[in-house]
Nanobody, 119 residues
Framework: QVQLVESGGGLVQAGGSLRLSCAAS????????MGWYRQAPGKQRELVAA???????NYADSVKGRFTISRDNAKISVYLQMNSLKPEDTAVYYC?????????????WGQGTQVTVSS
């Protein structure tokens, strides 16, 4: 079974840091872009950061300069280092990847990890 598994969420005070990890497993032939999305209560899911297989990155304006996305292609993993966290960063964070399996290309989502930032 092909899946993404996230870890690293939790409760942190404003100004603190957290590092999210996401690892892919299963019979994956190739992975293109990987990214992190978040969804706060009552709001739509939004892109936080994305990274291509070549290492090009893209960030939401609200997290630029505070968050850093990286990936390890050998481990089929993506990471999100979050610094200077704010209460408005509180959300469920989801890992996302474009993966190729024996059935073709498709979009894969993790189960989500809760990040709570207290003021």
């Amino acid at each position: 079974q092909v899946q993404l598994v996230e870890s690293g969420g939790g409760l942190v005070q404003a100004g603190g840091s957290l590092r999210l990890s996401c690892a892919a497993s299963g019979r994956i032939l190739s992975i293109n872009a990987m990214g992190w999305y978040r969804q706060a209560p009552g709001k739509q899911r939004e892109l936080v950061a994305a990274i291509t297989s070549g290492g090009s990155t893209n960030y939401a304006d609200s997290v630029k300069g505070r968050f850093t996305i990286s990936r390890d292609n050998a481990k089929i993993s993506v990471y999100l280092q979050m610094n200077s966290l704010k209460p408005e960063d509180t959300a469920v964070y989801y890992c996302n990847a474009d993966v190729k399996t024996f059935t073709g290309w498709g979009e894969l989502w993790g189960q989500g990890t809760q990040v709570t930032v207290s003021s």
